[in-house]
């Protein structure tokens, strides 16, 4: 049994949501990729830091000092979190979008004519147009690197014949939202570096299932959203420091020129990067190893392997579920023996059906799932998936073996009458 499984009742009795109760039957929420379920301890944080502790930063009296104390810890937390050296390379902001846009429009700054970007038809939207945009104000080429529709994964040969010297950015995911594919960072890394461009990680999707390190992936800049593992809408950035520092933000005269402050642009939301933080030692919680105040990063590492194990058995009963339902078909990693290179997310499709009514018919009966394209309309395009888009699953460690079982029932019997 893996560590989640033996503590799965604690862990549920954590989330007061999922007590909730559809049609007199208990709410199955597989909606976790586009937003998870929230703790009790996240929510009593956010409203302890808005009763007791709101002010805004440097000033000379108790409030605006807890602010300034908490704001220098989320910055640590999340250094750990992410396995960044220093908590100065971690900017906060409002989402993953609005810190891409902000951020793309610095890095585009440097570019000049004659110079190529490299984005992905993996990714979700997020990390497509914000280039795409950036590309054009800068009249730089933007090139699309492709998919191998077979599995839904990145075509890493694509990846090689775009990759030029005249490349300055590639910008992909870690994990698809759509699919769940996983990508090799650190081997794409390697591949970027060699040729001198920088390598910006969308790792909103990988956060809630893997542990991160942007030391060891190697690469330049990752963002992700703390509303995917468990907090609030809160997003994150990493940047390596050296070019955080001398890279120009778009920001006010104000504001500081100093690391982190200078890519926080604005108020920032206080209450929810305490919350997020919270989120962060939500997960650290769930690993056995005892706080011993300086082992954040560890119980983060060790919580993580525990929460990735326990995903993949869900993931795989969900797969060889959906495999024996006649007139399915299912997306991306398929393969048992390839789980490791898969996030618990699952797309399908049901023959004859559009995916809206299939995601209908299991929100009537209680289980919460999402159709369409995710904003991965590339991705969708090359699976053929437009318009109707596939139905999706996403499994998170507060899930169940039996809420798997009921919802691969309601499949089957949907799929008998269709
Ligand atoms: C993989 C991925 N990247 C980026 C985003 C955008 O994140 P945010 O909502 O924080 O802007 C999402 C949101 O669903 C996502 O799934």
Redesign the pocket.
Known sequence: MTNIAHQLDFIRSQFPSLARIINGMPAVYLDG??GTQVPQRVVDCIANCMLHHNANRSGRFATSREVDEQMSHSHRVFADFLGAASPDSIAFGP????LTLQFSRALAREWKPGDRILVSSLD?D??FTPWMLAARDAGVELKAIGVRSSDATLDMDSLNELLTERTRLVAV?AAS?AVGSLTPIREIANRVHAVGAELFV?A??LAPHRSIDVTALDCDYLVC?A??FFGPHI?VLYGRTERMQELAAYKLRPAPDSLPGKWMTGTQNHACIAGATAAVDYIASLSPIADNGSNRRLRILDAMKSISEYETQLVEQLIRGLAGIPGIRTFGITDRHRMSERAPTVSFQVDGRKSVEVAQHLGDNGVFAWHGN??ALPLTLALGTEPDGMVRLGCMHYNTPEEIDRTLDLIKTYVSVA
């Open positions: 990729p586009a989402n993953m979008t609005s979700h997020a990390n995911t939202n969308d909103v999707h959203s509303y995917k997003g995710y904003y």
